[in-house]
């Protein structure tokens, strides 16, 4: 019985993963309109940044996180000033293309600055070690992880629900036109969304160097979960990317004990079953 | 005369030329034609969907690699080729008739993240799947098996014998895809890709014509995967990857998507820039993603939609290069 709570704890873990992962996609899918294919990317890129500030430059871990979401967080401000901002108004493929081709350039460019290793980093010191829960040692960085997984979640909750900036975005993301004659800077919040979003990736990013070796090959990997997590919340519903979380955290973690095998299958029946099912996503309305 | 200089000539002129290929070309730039045949085929059946029905897949390699591996299954089993492409195609055709008849149910990014999930199963599967696929080693040792046609049997062991049976078969799925897009059933989709509620109001059962472009899609993806098992005698897991399903999004996209040439100019253009690129350096990913950007941002029409706009600014071209999305979808 133990092993099922334990196994269930290492769910959460993993889910607040997925949910540092899908948080950004999914703001920036519900402000922008935009689904983002580099999303994963702008996570690698978070992940490379960590590694040098930490691993290489030796800097003080925090230090490390923070300035890895600054420096993704300009290259956000980059990339929506200069290529989001004129695709909004085009279909669908040409947005999804646009933003693969981002994939390719970013991908390269991490191959050109970091090679082709693969990099780890210590867990730092502080983090280090386990604590015994249900009969099993359990690390203390997942507990560190889950700890930061509902931190963000609060902090966007209370960003988007309880501040005046918050109350900006809902109302941009609900009309621009009527927004801007309103008098609200559309473009400017849209860059800052999109801002935030990179940052929220290059957090998961940089907090996942202990736990998984940065490749160049991550961000397309990291982009498929994210996917699965947003589409099972409801695309743009930030509500439901952590619902979604937990939901693809657990099924993960129970059939990685339970049936090996069909590890990698089921989130994709989870997620093409909410789309037969639910398109809107587990949680309903758009 | 004006039809003969404008189409039929420069037809014979490429048919020609790749005719000779194998002559005057040596083992490389006959292997490389192959492969832009079989993208050229890949990409055809992709863009009946996207540029014709409007509908972005991205769940194509799945079916590629359904066709790649029965029939590399077929050959190794059963030495004969037609055998191995033909079961390839009708079993990415049949994967593709249940997997569309749920996926047509969607349209626009639901659609796009359905056909995702549903490539990415196959890959896990692929993956998995130990005993039937060989897991991540993939299956080895694909005969290129003799075309036994009634009484004759012609040996294919040599690219160069292997390369005019796929120039004959792509050829034919070239012919016949032009056909289809000009055919009712071509023209209906395009209908429904321009307003799928006018269309439904004129009594055309859009879902049913959305799953007929699917499944011919899941059949062009299938031949050229079959094709490809013999070229390589192996496959592997990669072919089922979403990224392996952008290589026809990248052709289509840079050939022109409201062109029934853009796929097979952009399949021509996709490898030979490859090609070039990584001769000069190993990183040829941030070029397409550049060329890639640059097309969208300014030449939405691709390669031949932007010089077909220059050639002769008539309606028609003008139209498809800088085609507005109807309101009210």
């Not at chain 1, 430059?57 to 925090?62: D, E, R, T, V």
């Not at chain 1, 004659?181 to 800052?192: A, I, S």
């Not at chain 2, 045949?37 to 897949?57: D, E, I, Q, R, W």
Request: aromatic share 14%.
């Amino acid at each position: 019985m133990e092993i099922y709570l334990y196994q269930g704890l290492v769910g959460l873990t993993q889910a607040m993963y997925l949910w540092l992962l899908a948080a950004g996609l999914t703001i920036a899918f519900g402000v922008l309109k935009v689904l983002n294919f580099s999303h994963g990317a702008l996570f690698m890129l978070g992940a490379y940044f960590a590694l040098t500030f930490y691993s290489i430059l030796g800097l003080n871990f925090w230090v490390s996180v923070f300035l890895s979401a600054a420096c993704v967080a300009l290259i956000g401000a980059v990339i929506e000033r200069f290529f989001l901002r004129h695709i909004y108004q085009l279909e669908l493929p040409f947005q999804l293309l646009l933003t693969f081709g981002l994939v390719l350039v970013i991908d390269d460019l991490v191959k050109m600055a970091w090679g082709r290793m693969f990099l780890v980093a210590d867990v730092p010191g502080f983090l280090q070690g386990a604590v015994w829960i249900f009969g099993r040692p359990f690390p203390n960085y997942n507990l560190f992880i889950l700890a930061v997984g509902i931190g963000v979640a609060i902090f966007i909750w209370l960003l988007f629900d309880k501040t005046w900036w918050g109350r900006k975005v809902r109302a941009a993301a609900w009309s621009r036109e009527m927004s801007s004659t309103l008098g609200l800077d559309v473009p400017r919040t849209f860059t800052l969304v999109f801002m935030l979003a990179a940052a929220l990736a290059a957090v998961g990013g940089a907090l996942s160097i202990p736990m998984r070796p940065a490749s160049p090959g991550l961000g397309e990997a990291m982009i498929v979960q994210a996917f699965i997590v947003t589409v099972i919340g409801g695309l743009g519903n930030i509500r439901g990317a952590f619902v979604g979380a937990i939901l693809v955290g657990m099924l993960t973690s129970y059939s990685t004990m339970l049936f090996p095998l069909f590890e990698l299958f089921l989130p994709y029946v989870l997620m093409a079953l909410v789309l037969i099912l639910r398109p809107e996503g587990i949680l309903g309305g758009r | 005369m004006g039809f003969a200089v404008r189409f039929l000539l420069p037809i014979a002129l490429i048919l020609g030329f790749l005719v000779t290929v194998p002559i005057w070309g040596g083992r490389y730039p006959t292997y490389l034609t192959i492969q832009i045949m079989l993208l050229v085929v890949f990409a055809l059946g992709f863009n009946l969907l996207l540029g014709y029905t409007g509908l972005l897949s991205f769940g194509q390699a799945g079916f590629f690699a359904v066709g790649a591996y029965v029939s590399a299954l077929i050959l190794l089993q059963v030495p004969s080729l037609l055998l191995g492409i033909v079961g390839g195609v009708l079993a990415a055709g049949l994967v593709a008739l249940v997997l569309g008849y749920l996926s047509v149910r969607l349209t626009e990014i639901y659609f796009s993240m359905l056909t995702l999930s549903f490539g990415m199963m196959i890959y896990s599967l692929v993956w998995r799947w130990r005993a039937v696929t060989g897991g991540d080693d993939g299956l080895t040792g694909v005969p290129r098996a003799p075309l036994d046609l009634l009484v004759v049997s012609i040996d294919l062991s040599d690219i160069m014998n292997y390369y005019y049976f796929v120039l004959v078969v792509t050829v034919a799925a070239v012919f016949l895809m032009y056909r289809i897009t000009r055919s009712p059933l071509g023209l209906t989709l395009q209908a429904i890709r321009d307003s799928a509620t006018r269309a439904a109001f004129v009594g055309i059962p859009v879902r049913r014509y959305r799953l007929y472009a699917f499944v011919i899609a899941g059949l062009y993806a299938g031949l050229a995967g079959a094709m490809l098992a013999p070229l390589e005698r192996t496959v592997t897991p990669i072919y089922s990857h979403w990224i392996y399903s952008a290589e026809p999004i990248l052709a289509t996209l840079i050939g022109g998507i409201y062109v029934f040439a853009g796929p097979i100019v952009g399949a021509v253009l996709f490898i030979g820039i490859k090609e070039i690129i990584v001769r000069l350096t190993e990183h040829w990913m941030i070029w397409m993603g550049g060329i890639v950007i640059v097309l969208v941002l300014g030449f939405r029409g691709g390669v031949v939609g932007t010089i077909l706009g220059w050639l002769d600014r008539d309606k028609e071209t003008a139209r498809a290069e800088e085609r507005e999305p109807e309101a009210g979808e």
